[in-house]
């Protein structure tokens, strides 16, 4: 389970790539704004030019000089007012100003942690300052009815000051607690957008195989239009590929049959005059040949049949009946190979099919069940429904096929490699053809005891309340 949630995280979607985007484009955003922020600070002469504030500052000063307390207070209450105006966060000298107040050689106030070795080395000029690797500007005033001084001290350095908001967390605080509460909406966002993307994907999900129509669906929005207009462009070159295809394969296919059976018959005709056992034995050859290749273009005809009747509209089919009248015709054949055909059917069974693709399959599935059963054998026929499917089992009594090559046999001319009895390879292929056109699935298992194939099919019932 662990291991499902780490992959499900790890697996690249869009919706999650366009999200981490967003959250990335605010994080540029919000850093581009803070670095703006820092460089018109450290541009803005800030407080140092204002003569209102160092007017305060020294009338606070000389005026309560008789009442340190107050005058500590006060100028404390002006300091913290400085800092709340014109500080960036927090109130450490690297983000906010500083200030410094001397009487003579006498220091009667400053604020706390203020940058050491800061000193004008003119009054009432502005300068820039370089203390500790730091940039800072400071412009000192001095009282014109006393020598009280007053020094204001601001931050000059963006890029500092941009790494000490950091550390304090004014930089990354705001972005880890906006995130979580910006997700869930910038979600929603891209999954609404995402809506008509999604809408030609469910319609390209419930689309059968052998369905190369172009999509209904045309959106209007340009760059889903130019990739459904794509998508149809490609379904129509397939469509016509496999058209051209289906046509020469049944137009060799019905060529072939008029040789063949010519051939068949000349050879008939030859082996009834045959004067010895040698050229009865060659033709006896021809003839197997002949048959070989009667069934081969036989089967090809049905393949292309069934692929042919893939858009023919379904119809209600009573299972149960067509399984027992193709049993009575393969009766014969069962006959001729000394096998016997059981049928076991619990109910009455109806689905959704096409009446000669069902033929095709039923045919071609105990057709082989007679063919690889022993003289004696049994081919057992059962249907049955479980929940709301139908299950149709071929099982007989031959060698069965390998679990290796279960899935290999649905290849079209495939055959298994230990198989000794003569085929195309196409008859399983036609088989998995039909059933995937009928919604269905099919499967190939070892019989009961171990001994033989079972061939399992199933179908979605037509009225499954019946059931």
């Known amino acids: 389970m662990m291991l499902r949630g780490w992959n499900w995280l790890l697996r690249p979607t869009l919706v999650r790539r366009l999200l981490l985007a967003q959250m990335l ?32 500052i020294l009338g606070v000063a000389d005026n309560l000089a008789d009442e340190p307390e107050r005058q500590f207070k006060v100028l404390h209450m002006i300091d913290q007012a400085v800092r709340e105006g014109y500080g960036v966060g927090g109130d450490t000298p690297k983000l906010s100003p500083s200030i410094r107040v001397q009487q003579g050689d006498r220091l009667i106030y400053q604020s706390e942690d203020i940058p050491a070795g800061i000193h004008n080395s003119r009054l009432d000029d502005a300068e820039t300052i370089y203390a500790n690797g730091v940039r800072w500007r400071a412009r000192t005033v001095q009282s014109p009815h006393s020598d009280t001084r007053v020094t204001i001290i601001v931050p000059a350095d963006a890029l500092d000051m941009l790494v000490d908001m950091n550390s304090r967390g004014y930089y990354s605080l705001p ?153 009575a015709i393969l009766s014969a054949l069962a006959k ?78 495939f055959r298994n490699p230990d198989q000794t009895q003569s085929g195309s390879g196409l008859g399983l292929a036609i088989a998995r053809s039909v059933v995937l056109q009928h919604s269905g699935k099919i499967r190939l298992d070892a019989a009961d005891g171990e001994q033989g194939l079972l061939v399992e099919v199933r179908f979605p019932l037509a009225w499954p309340e019946a059931a």
Request: aromatic residues 6%; charged residues 20%; proline residues 5%.
């Open 336 to 413: 001729a190979q000394h096998i016997e055909l059981e049928l076991t059917s619990e109910d009455e069974f109806f689905i959704f099919a096409r009446r000669e693709s069902l033929t095709s399959l039923i045919d071609n599935l105990v057709d082989n069940a007679i063919k690889y059963s022993p003289a004696g054998g049994v081919v057992t026929v059962g249907l049955r429904h479980e929940q709301d499917e139908v299950v149709l089992s071929i099982a007989d009594e031959g060698p069965g096929i390998a679990p290796a090559l279960r899935e290999r046999v649905f290849d079209r001319f």
């Open 175 to 327: 972005l880890l607690i906006s995130l979580p509460f910006l997700l869930l909406p910038a979600w929603l966002s891209i999954r609404v957008a995402l809506r008509p993307w999604s809408r030609i994907a469910r319609e390209v999900a419930a689309r059968g195989p052998h369905n190369l129509a172009p999509l209904a669906f045309k959106p209007k929005h340009l760059e889903l239009s130019s990739m459904v207009d794509r998508i149809n462009g490609l379904l129509l070159r397939i469509s016509d590929s496999v058209a051209r295809e289906r046509n020469f394969i049944a137009d060799a296919a019905h060529e072939l049959r008029t040789p063949l059976a010519a051939m068949r018959v000349n050879a008939e005709a030859l082996q009834s005059q045959a004067a010895n056992g040698q050229q009865q034995e060659l033709l006896n050859g021809i003839l197997s040949s002949s048959n070989r290749a009667t069934r081969l273009v036989s089967q090809l005809l049905l393949l292309v049949r069934s692929d042919a009747t893939a858009s023919v509209s379904m119809e209600p089919l009573a299972l149960d009946v067509l399984v027992q009248d193709r049993l």
């Open 25 to 56: 484009l605010l994080t540029v955003l919000w850093s581009l704004f803070i670095g703006y922020a820092m460089f018109e600070t450290s541009r803005a002469p800030g407080p140092i030019n204002l003569d209102r504030t160092y007017e305060a």
